[in-house]
């Protein structure tokens, strides 16, 4: 899994690449983690995401809490596959998909 | 010595067809005379025989100006027996050398009837008998035919001589007749004999053909017309031949007396004259000089007329004053009276004294009245004996009969045979009591019968003589000619209405019947078209409706059939597993099975089912026979194996029991072979029992299919009480079993060649990647293509089953270690060409399970198996760990927000989701998780 950075103010663009599983969503959630402070704003993209597993979920909850309290947060270009899996998980009604 | 001849004559030719029969024999078997060469064959055996009618030419026996021969049998037999070319030789040859020894006047019509002989032989054999050879009796009936046309011609060609001719006939007819009838008779019965025919001809009397019933019935008919005209014209002839005998009698006899009664009319006329030119001189007339003159000319009576017709002198005294025309016989005097010169009166009983008989003759005078002179019988006699004497000696009567002259003293007067003087009866034989004047009677003259005829005239006796032989000559000839010609009119009518018979009728029921052989062979397509006369146009128009009737009913009929039998078809079909894939959630095994019914249903079968998750039994079986019984037979028996397939699973006593089942009430002694196997997937053994059934074909991993043969038991159904043996087949992924019935192996060409064990072996070894269904094709296909044109004869049944190999990875649950167990299962994915979205799905359930054990489980060991098969996948996930069911956890409340969540069961929950199929079970220490997912 491959994580892009941009920050652009108090907003925070993260491009993720690959997989997001159980062996990878650790590293997402701590690399997010480390520049969220202050964000206004947290924006991922997942273009080219190829699929999230319950552990990937977790890492996105966890964001998704933080961002309430401080702003909000938007997941952009989901796939079909991640798609079905947030419908099936009842996250596409707390997530924000555009 | 003649007899010897006769016998020899009648032998030769039944030697010489013997010997030729032999000899043609010997010449078929060498073969030299085939072809072209036939007809040279038949040429020779009519060169032999036409030496042997020379031959018999040269033994004839002369009778009656005739030569007696055998020789129209010969050429008869050389044609009727060798065929056409042998008697147009044999005839030709014959005739000649009858015409060229030329030394009676028999030679023409004899040598015309050899060679016709040859020409008849040949043409009945070839257009009457179909150039086969003819029986016994008609072969006899031609030589008879033949013979008479032979007296026939004889006669025809002596006309000049109808007499000389006739006797010729009359004598050699019979013999000849005979003796060329018996030759032929025996020649033919020779030849049936040798070739065997002779029995048979027995066992074929009750049935006639058409044309010989009808020929036979002519026949009769025509002998009963002949009787008939026969014993007519004999009557009428023999009449006629009596009153044409009388009539030429009468008219001898007649004549005879008249030549006497001249004699004797002009004797005593010319004394009368005498008499009475003395009378005239004497002038007076006195008693005295009148008996002067009495004994001067030695007469009885001298008797002098007045013109009243008074005796006025007369020798006698008491005729003094006698009145002429008192009595009968002295009154014709009186027409002396009237202008008449001279009377002679015959020889009879005179008027004046009753029982004296005197002849008288009267000359008139010519001073007026006459005078009468009288003879008495012994002066007549005397007087006219030396006349009569020898009168009839040469006359004849016809050819051979004659006239006799008796006196009234019964002495032979006048006789051709020089017997004068002798006593009538003595000499002639003739009985004295003869009949009346002028009456026909049957006497033996001289020794010949003969008839007879008298008249009587001045005291003689005229005997006509006419042997009996002359008076029926005519009648005889009439007859010969008579029964000649009917004897040819019938054999030309028989072979008229043989002919016409058959060409008008025979052919045409022939033409009927082969076309009704056609129709009863099951070509109803055939018509009847028999046109020549009303009764057949209508026979054939019947028989072509009927023909269309009865096609439009079995057009029915097998329409009805044919669609309870696809009904039967369908019911058939669908108690057998027909649904592919059968088991579309089982990814661990692949099977596939045809039937492929000779008939609209078969006895085959072949089933399988599940008995639960870990065991497939699978059988295939064959009814004995095929069509409807072996059907009902295989329901019977595929039932019976499935009940007891249910309850016990035990391949041997399942198939125990179904024999005891099946042996009750088998009347139809129908019987089944079957080959079930119990596969349990937890070892992969097959535990099977065989019933009689072809070796299965096995192909272990990586190896070649072979047969699986072991000692088979009995055939189900065949004996009850039969017992079973278990054999065991160990399995392992990878592995292919192939159950068969013989109809595969035992699938012929054209060329009657069977498909075979071997070419089965080498068609499944040829297959490699291929699946079961792939593979019951393709050895389908091979059958079908080594049977060619060829009708399939019996039902092919084929079941193909597949241990599916499963990709199984183990490994140590740790989290370095699902990088490769994730390899390893979207690496067998991709290569079995499942969609990419599938494969990111089946990346998730692998992420979350292997989680799940990692990090809960507290096992040692996890083994993924990952298999693809029908557009399924499947994985399953063993682990040593804690018993542990993940479908029990409560499913978490997906409808909360973020900050209600609860983040655990959710991966659970997913995999639940996204799987078609997820089950769990605990086995032999270890959790077993299953995941499905089919794909497009």
């Known amino acids: ?98 | 010595m003649v007899y010897v001849q006769l016998i020899l004559l009648t032998l030769l030719p039944s030697v010489v067809t013997c010997l030729l029969y032999w000899c043609n024999k010997w010449c078929s078997r060498s073969s030299f005379f085939a072809g072209k060469g036939k007809i040279v064959k038949k040429i020779i055996f009519g060169l032999v025989f036409g030496w042997a009618a020379v031959a018999s030419t040269k033994l004839s026996v002369p009778l009656g100006g005739a030569l007696v021969s055998a020789r129209d049998a010969c050429v008869l037999t050389a044609g009727l027996v060798f065929g056409a070319p042998s008697g147009l030789v044999a005839g030709f040859i014959g005739g000649v050398g009858r015409f060229l020894k030329g030394d009676t006047y028999t030679s023409l019509g004899a040598s015309l009837t050899t060679i016709l002989a040859g020409m008849v032989g040949a043409a009945l054999r070839k257009w009457m008998f179909d150039d086969k050879r003819p029986s016994l009796f008609y072969g006899t009936a031609i030589a008879f035919v033949l013979e008479v046309v032979n007296m026939l011609l004889v006669f025809l060609t002596n006309m000049q001589n109808v007499r000389e001719s006739f006797l010729l006939v009359e004598s050699a007819a019979l013999p000849m007749i005979a003796i060329n009838g018996l030759a032929v008779l025996l020649s033919m019965l020779a030849v049936s004999i040798l070739s065997g025919d002779f029995r048979h001809n027995e066992r074929r009397k009750d049935r006639l053909r058409l044309a010989e019933a009808f020929s036979r019935w002519l026949l009769c008919c025509v002998v009963l017309a002949f009787v008939v005209s026969f014993l007519f014209i004999y009557g009428l002839e023999t009449r006629l031949a009596y009153s044409d005998a009388e009539s030429m009698l009468t008219l001898y006899i007649e004549d005879v007396r008249d030549d006497i009664n001249d004699a004797s009319d002009e004797n005593l006329l010319a004394l009368t004259r005498a008499i009475r030119e003395e009378v005239e001189d004497l002038g007076s007339l006195n008693r005295a000089a009148l008996v002067e003159l009495l004994k001067k000319y030695d007469v009885s009576e001298i008797s002098i007329i007045d013109e009243n017709g008074i005796i006025v002198e007369s020798t006698t005294l008491i005729y003094y004053g006698f009145d002429m025309a008192s009595g009968e016989q002295s009154k014709e005097f009186l027409v002396l009276l009237d202008g008449t010169n001279e009377l002679v009166q015959r020889y009879q009983t005179v008027s004046h004294k009753a029982g004296v008989a005197m002849k008288y003759a009267a000359v008139t005078l010519s001073q007026g009245g006459f005078v009468q002179v009288g003879y008495n019988s012994q002066r007549f006699q005397r007087d006219i004996d030396e006349r009569v004497e020898g009168l009839t000696r040469n006359r004849h009567v016809g050819e051979d009969g004659f006239m006799l002259i008796a006196n009234n003293n019964f002495n032979l007067v006048s006789d051709p045979n020089d017997h004068e003087g002798e006593s009538l009866y003595a000499t002639t034989g003739l009985k004295t009591e003869v009949g009346g004047e002028w009456q026909l009677t049957r006497e033996v003259v001289y020794g010949e019968d003969s008839l007879v005829m008298y008249g009587v005239t001045e005291g003689y006796y005229i005997i006509g003589v006419m042997p009996m032989r002359e008076v029926v000559f005519g009648r005889d000839m009439s007859l010969y000619t008579t029964v000649f010609i009917m004897i040819m009119v019938f054999a030309f009518l028989f072979l008229l209405i043989y002919f016409l018979v058959k060409k008008l009728v025979v052919e045409n029921i022939q033409k009927i019947n082969s076309s009704l052989e056609e129709i009863t062979g099951g070509n109803l397509n055939v018509s009847v078209d028999v046109r020549t006369n009303k009764e057949f146009v209508s026979l054939s128009d019947d028989i072509n409706s009927t023909v269309q009737t009865l096609k439009g009913y079995i057009k029915e009929a097998a329409a009805r059939i044919d669609k309870e039998l696809e009904f039967a078809r369908t019911i058939q079909l669908s108690t057998l597993p027909s649904v592919f894939p059968a088991f579309p959630d089982r990814t661990d095994f692949d099977i596939f099975a045809t039937m492929d019914t000779a008939k609209e249903v078969g006895g085959d079968f072949y089933d399988f089912y599940l008995l639960d998750d870990n065991r497939l039994a699978f059988l295939i079986a064959d009814v004995s026979g095929k069509g409807i019984s072996a059907a009902m037979f295989m329901m019977k028996a595929k039932t019976i194996i499935k009940s007891h397939a249910d309850n016990e699973s035990d391949v041997a006593l399942i198939l125990t029991r179904a024999n005891r089942d099946l042996c009750e009430n088998n009347e139809a002694e129908m019987f089944v072979t079957c080959w079930m196997g119990i596969l349990d997937f937890r070892t992969n053994i097959v535990t099977f029992a065989n019933a009689g059934h072809n070796p299965p074909l096995v192909r272990h991993k990586d190896g070649r299919f072979e047969f699986f043969k072991t000692r088979p038991g009995f055939v189900l159904a065949g004996m009850e009480g039969m017992k079973y043996r278990l054999g065991e087949l160990s399995l392992m992924p990878g592995d292919e079993i192939f159950l068969y019935t013989d109809g595969v192996t035992e699938a012929t060409n054209s060329r009657n060649e069977l498909y075979g064990d071997e070419r089965l072996e080498k068609c499944l070894n040829g297959l490699v990647g291929m699946n079961a269904k792939e593979i019951c094709r393709a050895v389908k296909k091979d059958v079908d293509e080594f049977v060619g044109e060829a009708p399939q004869f019996d039902d092919m049944t084929m079941l193909s089953l597949l241990l599916m190999e499963k990709d199984c990875i183990s490994l140590d649950p740790k989290e370095e270690n699902m990088e490769t167990l994730l390899g390893f299962v979207e690496e067998r994915l991709e290569a079995s060409d499942v969609p990419v979205k599938t494969i990111r799905k089946m990346s998730i359930a692998v992420d979350e399970i292997y989680s799940n054990i990692r990090l809960y489980s507290g096992a040692t060991t996890a083994k993924v198996e990952c298999s693809v098969l029908n557009s399924t996948v499947q994985l399953v996930f063993m682990d040593n760990g804690r018993p542990y069911n993940p479908l029990e956890t409560k499913d978490p409340d997906i409808t909360l927000s973020a900050e209600e969540r609860e983040i655990g069961g959710l991966g659970i929950f997913m995999v639940k989701k996204t799987m078609d199929q997820v089950t769990y079970e605990y086995m032999d220490g270890y959790n077993r998780l299953s995941l499905r997912k089919s794909f497009d």
């Not at chain 1, 966890?62 to 009842?90: P, Y």
């Open chain 1, 1 to 98: 899994m491959e994580i892009k950075k941009t920050l652009n103010g108090n907003e925070l663009l993260v491009a993720v690449e690959g997989r997001l599983d159980t062996t990878t969503a650790p590293q997402l959630e701590e690399n997010v983690r480390s520049s969220i402070d202050g964000m206004k704003s947290l924006v991922f993209d997942f273009e080219k995401l190829e699929y999230i597993s319950s552990a990937g979920l977790r890492v996105l909850l966890a964001m998704q809490k933080i961002m309430n309290k401080q702003g909000s947060m938007t997941i952009r270009n989901v796939n079909e596959t991640v798609m079905e899996v947030f419908e099936v998980t009842g996250f596409v009604d707390i997530l924000t998909i555009e």
